[in-house]
């Protein structure tokens, strides 16, 4: 079961990163297009630093635990992103629709990371 769930948890992981390059991807292409909204701009600039660095914070989780991070996944999340990017270009009200999906795709993180943490200690494999 150990090297299982660790398996699973692994690919949630893979999942996470793939998530945070999607979302770098899609935060660049938004603050590119909101030079009419300076504030709006300078926050999305400042959740795309923390966006980073939350990647690059599972990359190093990744070298510790000796696993390679999945150039698949990332891939597809970009690519996923940059869809995103030009379907959104094309809406007269890209500002507010860029922001309900951003608001959605919060959420997703937070229940993504979420279950990263529950699933090891629902399997008794980590206890804080």
Avoid at 38 to 50: D, F, G, K, T
Avoid at 72 to 88: E, Y
């Amino acid at each position: 079961m150990q090297n299982e769930a660790r398996d699973i948890w692994m690919d949630w992981l893979r999942d996470a990163h793939g998530m945070e390059a999607q979302a770098e991807t899609m935060l660049n292409a938004q603050a590119g297009r909101l030079e009419n909204y300076p504030a709006l701009r300078m926050r999305i600039e400042q959740h795309l630093r923390e966006t980073t660095a939350q990647r690059e914070q599972l990359e190093r989780l990744f070298e510790t635990l000796g696993e390679d991070v999945s150039a698949v996944k990332a891939g597809l999340g970009k690519l996923m992103a940059l869809g995103q990017g030009v379907a959104g270009a094309f809406a007269s009200d890209e500002v507010m629709k860029g922001s309900l999906a951003s608001y959605a795709f919060e959420h997703m993180e937070i229940a993504s990371y979420t279950a990263l943490i529950a699933g090891p200690r629902s399997w008794g494999l980590w206890r804080p």
